[in-house]
């Protein structure tokens, strides 16, 4: 029973990671598109924008840490 354990704690693990991963994808996702979107109106501040894309940018770089 005690080898199992460490097992079905990495499986866990893992899919908590691969469940983290996917939600961080659709984020990024729509930050994308709300960047584009953001980009085509005049009322969007650059500030904003700038802001939004920092976000994706870090979205990205733990999507990145993850899947490694």
């Known amino acids: 029973y ?5 097992w079905l ?8 990671v ?3 991963v996917r939600e961080l994808r659709k984020k990024h996702q729509v930050l994308s598109e709300a ?5 085509k109106s005049l ?8 802001t939004m894309k920092k976000q994706k940018l870090r979205i990205k770089e733990e999507i990145h840490k993850l899947s490694s």
């Open 35 to 39: 960047v584009e979107e953001a980009q």
């Open 2 to 6: 005690g080898a199992i354990e460490p």
């Open 43 to 50: 009322a969007m501040d650059d500030l904003q924008i700038a």
């Open 18 to 20: 691969v469940s983290h």
């Open 9 to 16: 704690h990495r499986r866990l693990s893992n899919m908590t």
